[in-house]
């Protein structure tokens, strides 16, 4: 029986901008299970890297967690001193970002990037921090791995710098990786053995995985359960199977049919970006065919389809 690794309650994160007060996140809650691939899915300025970038409290100036709880292994993250915060990444919480090229520094070796990592978050010796990272190379399938180590992050390809990636993040040997968008920007063939490569090392290394992506072919491919976002709210949540077979919230259902317009040729679902958060009732409500006074007005609740699939909609609620 799984238990619960990562809960998120209540979450809402708010960013100052030059325009005001904009909520990113409002009203989150997730609940992770260990040995999970739990993936967050919805278009850009939907709220899943805040949410990734919550969980390891790294907002940057202007970002705020302004209520709620995250709790990993039974421990509040919020309630955490940033030294202690320290000692949760990279040993216990890593995470891959969608730029490789961003993330890796150009003018160090992978082989020093990757030593860095493991001196730092296992205490090893140089000698054992670079035989460690041919290991991780190999591990996430860059052979040669004696000349891969000298190169530079310039001399990798597209999928060779995301795999350099998973390695730095699985030296610290976490419990939870969080993947956001790890296969952007990559030819479909390198995506298929990116996330190939994550679920090999999540069985090999027992852990749970956490997967942002806006791509629903790549969540369906990869995740055991999917939760949708739309403009900072959770709008649904249900195992993978389920959500494709029988979406339940009208944006849902709106990009199953943008996933399989793009497959056939057609041309994307046009769909209103999202508003600003801390509009009045659903925020999906200027984009939906079903939406009512009601929902212009009042945020809906979130209601149980069943024991594992949940919408937050007031068509819902009236039909049930």
Not at 58 to 84: D, P
Not at 258 to 282: E, F, K, N, R, T
């Amino acid at each position: 029986m799984r238990h619960p690794l990562l809960v998120i309650e209540n979450l809402t994160t708010q960013y100052t901008t030059d325009h005001g007060v904009v909520r990113a996140v409002e009203g989150l809650d997730l609940r992770v299970e260990a040995g999970q691939v739990f993936g967050i899915i919805g278009e850009s300025g939907c709220g899943k890297t805040t949410t990734v970038l919550s969980i390891l409290r790294l907002l940057g100036n202007g970002g705020q967690i302004v209520s709620g709880s995250i709790s990993f292994a039974g421990q509040n993250l919020l309630m955490l001193s940033q030294a202690q915060m320290r000692q949760v990444r990279g040993r216990q919480i890593a995470a891959v970002f969608q730029n490789a090229s961003g993330a890796l520094n150009p003018v160090l070796t992978v082989g020093e990037q990757i030593a860095e990592g493991l001196r730092i978050q296992r205490g090893l010796g140089r000698r054992a921090a670079w035989q460690q990272a041919g290991e991780l190379l190999e591990q996430v399938g860059i052979t040669e791995s004696r000349k891969r180590l000298r190169e530079y992050p310039h001399q990798y390809s597209g999928g060779m710098r995301q795999r350099a990636m998973l390695a730095m993040a699985i030296a610290g040997q976490p419990r939870l990786l969080l993947a956001d968008e790890p296969t952007v920007a990559l030819d479909p063939p390198v995506q298929v053995q990116i996330l190939d490569l994550i679920e090999r090392l999540k069985d090999e290394l027992g852990m749970t995985v956490l997967l942002v992506t806006h791509d629903l072919g790549v969540a369906a491919a990869l995740c055991d359960e999917l939760a949708v976002m739309y403009a900072g709210s959770l709008v649904e949540q249900a195992p993978v199977t389920a959500l494709l077979s029988d979406a339940r919230h009208p944006y849902t259902q709106a990009l199953l049919a943008d996933s399989a317009a793009i497959a056939s040729g057609q041309p994307a679902v046009a769909m209103q970006p999202p508003p600003l958060a801390g509009s009045a009732g659903c925020r999906f409500y200027l984009s939906c065919e079903y939406a009512t006074e009601l929902c212009r007005t009042t945020p809906p609740p979130i209601r149980q389809v069943d024991e594992n699939h949940s919408v937050r909609c007031w068509r819902e609620m009236n039909d049930g």
